[in-house]
T-cell receptor, first 114, second 110 residues
Framework: DSGVTQTPKHLITATGQRVTLRCSPR?????VYWYQQSLDQGLQFLIQ???????AKGNILERFSAQQFPDLHSELNLSSLELGDSALYFC?????????????FGPGTRLTVT | GQQVMQIPQYQHVQEGEDFTTYCNSSTTLSNIQWYKQRPGGHPVFLIQLVKSGEVKKQKRLTFQFGEAKKNSSLHITATQTTDVGTYFCADTSGNTPLVFGKGTRLSVIA
């Protein structure tokens, strides 16, 4: 158990819908990262937050947005969903934002868009 | 953007055989991190390499960083069924926190 929690574990929804994925980092970790994992694309970095502020952005679509709240939990919002958005979404946390720090991954949310 | 290429994509070995996965980059890497993801699980941090030519060992696992910091390898001696999973390298250079390779999926046949 990494100490990172994600809800829900599974989500099935229809195209065009909007969903929110939630992540609570490990106690004491200030930085949160979101990743998308699909079969053919591997692990793709989406976005990073540090202490409530956006820190870095990766290949995140405009239909996707995220935020980190004062209690440090984070939410990833996916809207106008398409079939291709079906994937595993991981949240990870680290104590600080620098590249010297290992990341602890949550169990992931499996999103299926039908 | 920067890319890290991992080979092989898949590897099937008999239990007891050795296994090696390679991570290559066309640009100089800052640090390399290695993660393992068991089937149905999430990535778990294994190690970080920082220095040119660095070699680190964890029991049967040996991690190496190339002299030019453009490649890295993970070698497992005498594989066991518990080694099954996908091994990812991740580059920490550049503006994106981690750029992952596509991973090497290891199957171990008992």
């Amino acid at each position: 158990d990494s100490g990172v929690t994600q809800t829900p574990k599974h989500l099935i929804t229809a195209t065009g819908q909007r969903v929110t994925l939630r992540c609570s980092p490990r106690s004491g970790d200030l930085s949160v990262y979101w990743y998308q994992q699909s079969l053919d694309q591997g692990l793709q970095f989406l976005i990073q937050y540090y202490n409530g502020e956006e820190r870095a952005k990766g290949n995140i679509l405009e239909r996707f947005s995220a935020q980190q709240f004062p209690d440090l939990h984070s939410e990833l919002n996916l809207s106008s969903l398409e079939l291709g958005d079906s994937a595993l979404y991981f949240c990870a946390s680290s104590v600080a934002p620098g590249d010297a720090y290992e990341q602890y991954f949550g169990p992931g949310t499996r999103l299926t868009v039908t | 953007g920067q890319q890290v290429m991992q080979i092989p994509q898949y590897q099937h070995v008999q239990e007891g055989e050795d296994f090696t996965t390679y991570c290559n980059s066309s640009t100089t890497l800052s640090n390399i991190q290695w993660y393992k993801q068991r089937p149905g699980g999430h990535p778990v941090f294994l190690i970080q390499l920082v220095k040119s030519g660095e070699v680190k060992k964890q029991k049967r696992l040996t991690f190496q960083f190339g002299e030019a910091k453009k490649n890295s390898s993970l070698h497992i001696t005498a594989t066991q069924t518990t080694d099954v999973g996908t091994y990812f390298c991740a580059d920490t250079s550049g503006n994106t926190p981690l750029v992952f390779g596509k991973g090497t999926r290891l199957s171990v046949i008992a």
